[in-house]
């Protein structure tokens, strides 16, 4: 199996501060993960793709100073909302590719949902 | 044109009968592609993957491809009540590129 797990699936903050949210790879070690963003009724957008033990790669029109991305071992990613605004309330979701396949299979953590106050 | 297209629908189909959902792509150098089912309020799940042209059965799923059309649909067939969700269609560049998806709605 592909196991990828989210904490925490819900969080609602203050405007201002800041939240971290972990990804995990739970049966497979995944050398990348990525960030995706969601509002509703709308499409997953790429955020970031993490790599171990080197730097997020950001999308274009995504800050990298606000999401601060650790990819700090094999089977961890966390993805941090610093200042958080209402604008960044959105449903968030981890994906890893599990390289012990050889293919591009990517599989999705439950996801966070933000909701900023 | 956008990446990776498909029709945001929403499709209803009957209970039993087949649902057919289309998606094209834009980069020709795409190698993998994948099917995945997101219900409301989750995150996608994997359903299907396809590598190379022609269809890929799995269970009352069927993946096809056609690199030279870059065409890729999902059939579903035996359509239940629980397929009810937003089926999104997605390409491998470096990240997954995905389309907006179509919704699908299966009628008892």
């Known amino acids: 199996g592909a196991v990828v797990s989210q904490h925490p699936s819900r969080v609602i903050c203050k405007s201002g501060t800041s939240v971290k949210i972990e990804c995990r790879s739970l049966?497979?070690?995944?050398?990348?993960m990525f960030w995706y963003r969601q509002f509703p009724k709308q499409s997953l957008m790429l955020m970031a793709t993490?790599?171990?033990?080197?730097?997020?790669?950001?999308e274009q029109g995504v800050e990298k100073d606000k999401f601060l991305i650790n990819h700090a071992s094999l089977t961890l990613s966390t993805l941090t909302v610093t200042s958080a605004h209402p604008e960044d309330s959105s449903f968030y979701i981890c994906?890893?590719?599990?390289?012990?396949?050889?293919?591009?299979?990517?599989?999705f953590g439950p996801g966070t949902r933000l909701t900023v106050t | 044109q956008k990446e990776v297209e498909q029709n945001s629908g929403p499709l209803s189909v009957p209970e039993g009968a087949i649902a057919s959902l289309n998606c094209t792509y834009s980069?020709?150098?795409?190698?993998?592609f994948f099917w995945y089912r997101q219900y409301s309020g989750k995150s996608p799940e994997l359903i299907m993957s396809?590598?190379?042209?022609g269809d890929k059965e799995d269970g009352r799923f069927t993946a096809q491809l056609n690199k030279a059309s870059q065409y890729v649909s999902l059939l579903i067939r035996d359509s239940q009540p629980s397929d009810s969700a937003t089926y999104l269609c997605?390409?491998?560049?470096?990240?997954?590129?995905f389309g907006k998806g179509t919704s699908l709605l299966v009628t008892p």
């Open positions: 994906s890893a590719r599990n390289p012990g396949t050889g293919r591009d299979e990517q599989y």
């Open positions: 049966d497979f070690q995944a050398t990348t």
């Open positions: 993490s790599n171990e033990g080197s730097k997020a790669t950001y």
């Open positions: 980069d020709r150098g795409s190698q993998s």
């Open positions: 396809i590598y190379s042209n």
């Open positions: 997605a390409v491998t560049k470096n990240a997954l590129n």
